[in-house]
């Protein structure tokens, strides 16, 4: 609640700043207008839902051994993924991502204007409901690749969501009390407005040339598509390029300090975090809605097949039930290492968020690998390949929040923690909470290799005892730590020296280089 209440204090020093500097001395101008706090929350909530809800189509595509078997020559269970579940996880994450860039050019939009009215409210609802039918344009694409209706209308709704934003800059521009504080008291806020639309047009624009393509070669259409997920870091290589070649590099206004296309351009951490949290709760929702869904017995079967005894019924799905909890017991404690490492961060740069969204792509997946690990029978051999796939999803989960870690570390006096920096007294267990789940699924995945008759219940049974796993660590972390400050530090210091020397030196030593 600290980051909260310093973000509120700041809006009130600029609102007090913004009165003194209206163009007409009246503050009367701020009447009307109010925090945008809950206007992102709402954003935020609605960008995570649509964005993890594209994993439904994935997991609910039935894949069972009767559909294996009659295959024919596909026997296995990979081989039925590929044929009928590719081009579903394809979209899915192609989609997430898209959608995940929409909503980092919402982050950037709303950390130049920190004050909203009815007409930017309205506005931003426009823009939402363009952003939320952007899947729907994905799954026509997906169902009809070949056909240009489908990129024709993500492309149209993209170009729309531009204009909409324009709008939207050239309105609060326009009433410049709404602005950030360093935009108000800028003296050419032109060049601002003329960078921020410049870098908003470039993804229209983009998006333009490929609906223009889809007439002549479609197969380029995906290509320019791609290319909006990554523009950020091909906009830098060509901006490095250039500079190579002809030894000079672009000139910046001072607004891409906060508005630019930039990897290293610092991303609102508590939004980072509430998109986050969303997408963990929407998961852990679907698993519990899936449950709920396929798991109550009919009250006529009750009644012919189990003489009505709901007990006897409800035991047939002892395993479903065992594969929820476990599942959850995974989406839960991947939450809890993510908000570890968020509680540590100071600040989040464009790199780390695009790697915290590769994590969530990954942690929507799990419904999909909840659905998988009991579809099959049991000590089966597509059982095995489907504890597989969850080991993959679950790995690749928790690989991206490790390389969150190593990119924050790379840049770490600007957004770390000084305890958890190299040498911090919390380094190591950090480090050793985010290796926890790869270094334990992918265990697991080499078991499957092995052991013939690695059951799912085990695999959900070890998922369940995973928090377990958690506070061992921690006591072999303190355990180590100890042993180590023993054999290097034998003898120990005087504590009324340690006192004196607490008051005087700082927490960490890498805090005053």
């Known amino acids: 609640m600290g980051g909260l209440d310093d973000d509120i204090i700041v809006e009130e020093e600029s609102e007090k700043r913004s009165r003194a500097a209206s163009p007409c001395g009246h503050p009367e101008d701020l009447y009307g207008t109010q925090s945008s706090h809950r206007l992102l929350a709402y954003s935020d909530a609605l960008i995570s839902i649509i964005a993890t809800v594209m994993i439904l189509p994935v997991a609910h595509t039935k894949v069972t051994n009767e559909e294996v078997v009659s295959l024919a020559v596909f026997q296995e269970l990979t081989q039925s993924v590929?044929?009928?579940?590719?081009?579903?996880?394809?979209?899915?994450?192609?989609?997430?991502?898209?959608?995940?860039?929409?909503?980092?050019?919402?982050?950037?939009?709303?950390?130049?204007?920190?004050?909203?009215?009815?007409?930017l409210a309205l506005l931003n609802l426009a823009c939402m409901m363009l952003i939320t039918f952007l899947p729907y344009t994905f799954s026509l694409m997906a169902t009809f690749p070949a056909n240009v209706l489908g990129i024709l209308l993500f492309c149209g709704c993209v170009m729309v969501i531009g204009v909409i934003q324009s709008v939207i800059v050239l309105y609060a521009f326009s009433r410049p009390f709404l602005l950030n504080h360093q935009i108000q008291i800028s003296e050419n806020p032109t060049l601002y407005r003329s960078h921020i639309l410049k870098v908003i047009m470039r993804v229209p624009l983009i998006c333009l040339m490929a609906g223009v393509c889809s007439f002549i070669l479609f197969q380029l259409s995906y290509v320019l598509l791609a290319v909006v997920i990554f523009l950020p870091y091909i906009s830098q290589s060509i901006a490095w390029c250039r500079s190579k070649a002809f030894g000079q590099t672009e000139e910046s206004p001072d607004s891409m300090v906060f508005y630019s296309l930039l990897p290293s351009e610092p991303?609102?951490?508590?939004?980072?975090?509430?998109?986050?949290?969303?997408?963990?709760?929407?998961?852990?929702?679907?698993?519990?809605?899936?449950?709920?869904?396929?798991?109550?017995?009919?009250?006529?079967?009750?009644?012919?097949?189990?003489?009505?005894?709901?007990?006897?019924?409800?035991?047939?799905?002892?395993?479903?039930?065992?594969?929820?909890?476990?599942?959850?017991?995974?989406?839960?404690?991947?939450?809890?290492?993510?908000?570890?490492?968020?509680?540590?961060i100071t600040k989040a740069t464009r790199l780390m968020g695009l790697l915290n969204t590769l994590s969530l792509a990954f942690v929507g997946g799990?419904?999909?690998?909840?659905?998988?690990?009991?579809?099959?029978?049991?000590?089966?051999?597509?059982?095995?390949?489907?504890?597989?796939?969850?080991?993959?999803?679950?790995?690749?989960?928790?690989?991206?929040q490790l390389t969150i870690w190593v990119a924050a570390l790379h840049s770490e006096r600007e957004t770390l923690h000084p305890r958890v920096r190299y040498s911090g007294c919390e380094h190591v267990f950090m480090l050793a909470k985010l290796s926890l789940y790869p270094c334990v699924t992918l265990g697991t995945f080499f078991l499957t290799c092995v052991l013939s008759r690695f059951s799912a219940s085990i695999f959900h049974l070890m998922e369940i005892t995973v928090p377990v796993a958690f506070l061992v660590l921690r006591l072999l972390v303190r355990f180590a730590l100890a042993l180590l400050r023993l054999l290097f530090r034998p003898n120990p210091p005087d504590p009324g020296r340690v006192v004196e020397e607490d008051a005087t030196v700082p927490f960490n030593p890498l805090a005053t280089e």
Not at 86 to 110: D, S
Not at 373 to 387: G, K, Q, V
Not at 393 to 398: C, E, Q, R, S, T
């Open 82 to 119: 590929q044929l009928l579940l590719t081009t579903k996880i394809a979209v899915y994450l192609v989609t997430f991502l898209i959608v995940t860039v929409a909503w980092a050019a919402h982050i950037r939009l709303f950390q130049v204007i920190v004050r909203i009215d009815d007409c």
């Open 267 to 344: 991303l609102s951490k508590e939004r980072v975090e509430a998109f986050s949290d969303g997408v963990y709760a929407i998961v852990a929702t679907l698993l519990i809605l899936d449950i709920c869904e396929d798991n109550v017995p009919d009250p006529a079967v009750v009644q012919e097949q189990f003489g009505g005894s709901l007990i006897e019924a409800l035991k047939v799905y002892g395993p479903e039930y065992l594969a929820y909890f476990g599942s959850f017991a995974t989406v839960g404690l991947l939450w809890f290492v993510h908000h570890s490492l968020f509680l540590h």
């Open 366 to 400: 799990l419904p999909l690998a909840y659905q998988l690990t009991h579809e099959f029978p049991r000590n089966s051999r597509n059982e095995l390949e489907a504890i597989q796939i969850s080991c993959v999803i679950i790995f690749f989960a928790g690989i991206f």
